[in-house]
Structures are given as structure tokens and as C-alpha cells.
């Protein structure tokens, strides 16, 4: 899903996300996508960031149903976004997997372009979780920014009081310094050891034990690259639609 409601400085993805690359489709060839990703073996259909095009992800998905999609559903995205878009798509979606980038206004201001995330962030993951009504439904991620651990600490700190038994966490030590020089204030550096084990800590001591965390390793290899068939560089990625060439043989 081309575009996003939120301006990350060092967005991993900022081809599709703010560099306008992709092209419009109707809802009968997202529908086709998604029927042909299901007929490729996948396990499952990920939206990531649709927030700014819920109506036309809506309609194309019960197109989808409608013509035979029998796979999972998920709803991937930052949570910025207003519970009405949410329950727009109730019914639709099988999975939820809400960002919660951050509750620090300031930081949300700085690396986001979006003061008010917090507030928007906090209520949409509440909505998702009572929409989905299974912590196996649900799971919540926060990347480590280097030099920002207490924005983590207040992350897990809210995943605790409000998310335990309800959803699972994801902790994300993926962050990679950004090429671009639009991100020139971005952290310039990847995690270190010190502040990996410390997050990890944090997770024991708020009592967190449904979830995942990354392993720490450094590398921007793995990176997309939306210009190429096959973005990924992993094996495991079988490329079926690309946004210049239509259908992948």
C-alpha cells in the first residue's frame, strides 16, 4: 500500500511510503493479487500501512472473499489511526499487528512527524484488541531506537497495564541507520549490547511472557528495494504481482 499517514525519518521503506512509487489498482485486480498470492502457497494476505486507503482496501477485500480468498486477513500498521477507520474493516480482518512506536510526544514529534501518534497509537491498539477478542490475534511491536531506551521502558511499561493476556509483544532491534540525508537526525547507529540486554530486562521486569524479540545483529542487506521484481533478498520470497510489470509469472 503505497503512501502513509506518518512521516518516519528513517521509514525502511520510504520508496513506497513517501517516494510515490506504486500505481492504483481497482478492486477486481486486488482481488486478483490476493487470489493469486493464495494460489502461490501464502500463508496469509498482510496489508502494511493501509490506513490513508481503508475504503478501497475494505471493498477489494470482499471482492476477495467473495471470489474465493480462504487465507487470513491482517491488519498491519503504524496505528495512527482513528478507531472509526478501524471498525470500517471489522469483519475483514483476521489479525492485527499495531505498532507502538512510541507514547513520548516529543520523540513522536521529532522521528515521526506526528506529535499526537501517542494518543491516536493508544486508542486504536485498545480498539484492535477489543475487535479481535484473542491475545492470539493481536500482536503489539515497538522497535529500540539506539539512545532512546526510555521510550521503550514506557512502551513495555503500557504493554503491561494495558495489553497482558490480551495481545502479545513483539520487540523489534531491527533499527538501521537511514541512507537518505533527509534523515540527517535520525540515531546514526545501530543498537549496541548494553542497550539490547537492558530492553530485554525490562521485559522480566514487567513480567511479559507472551511474546517475541529479535536476536541483535547489525546490516542493512536485507533491506527492500521496490525498484527490483523481487524486492527481498531472502530466498524464501516468491515475487507474483510487482507495481511495473503487473503479474509475475
Not at 506529535?115 to 515497538?142: F, G, N, S, T, W
Amino acid at each position: 500500500m503505497s503512501g502513509c499517514g506518518l512521516r518516519c525519518a528513517f521509514c525502511q521503506n520510504a520508496q513506497i511510503s513517501r517516494g510515490g512509487m506504486g500505481r492504483s489498482v481497482d478492486s477486481g485486480e486486488f482481488a486478483a493479487i490476493c487470489l493469486a498470492l493464495q494460489n502461490r502457497g501464502a500463508e496469509n494476505i498482510n496489508i502494511v500501512t493501509g490506513s490513508h486507503a481503508v475504503p478501497a482496501i475494505a471493498e477489494g477485500l470482499r471482492r476477495a472473499r467473495g471470489d474465493g480468498l480462504s487465507i487470513p486477513c491482517l491488519w498491519n500498521s503504524s496505528s495512527y489511526e482513528k478507531t472509526e477507520t478501524l471498525e470500517a474493516l471489522r469483519g475483514l480482518i483476521d489479525m492485527f499487528l499495531p505498532d507502538l512506536k512510541t507514547l513520548d510526544e516529543g520523540i513522536a514529534a521529532k522521528f515521526f512527524n506526528a506529535p499526537d501518534y501517542p494518543l491516536y497509537a493508544e486508542k486504536a491498539i485498545l480498539k484492535m484488541m477489543d475487535m479481535a477478542q484473542d491475545k492470539r490475534k493481536v500482536i503489539i511491536r515497538h522497535l529500540v531506537l539506539p539512545g532512546f531506551l526510555e521510550s521503550t521502558r514506557e512502551a513495555l511499561r503500557w504493554f503491561a497495564g494495558n495489553a497482558r493476556g490480551r495481545a502479545s509483544l513483539s520487540l523489534m532491534t531491527q533499527y538501521t541507520p537511514p541512507r537518505s540525508p533527509l534523515a540527517a537526525a535520525s540515531p546514526a547507529r545501530f543498537l549496541d549490547r548494553e542497550e539490547y540486554d537492558t530492553a530485554l530486562a525490562w521485559i522480566e521486569e514487567f513480567g511479559i511472557e507472551d511474546g517475541f524479540y529479535q536476536e541483535l545483529e547489525t546490516g542493512d542487506e536485507w533491506l527492500p528495494d521496490f525498484e527490483r521484481q523481487n524486492p527481498f533478498s531472502s530466498e524464501l520470497s516468491v515475487p507474483v504481482w510487482h507495481w511495473k510489470h503487473g503479474f509475475v509469472a
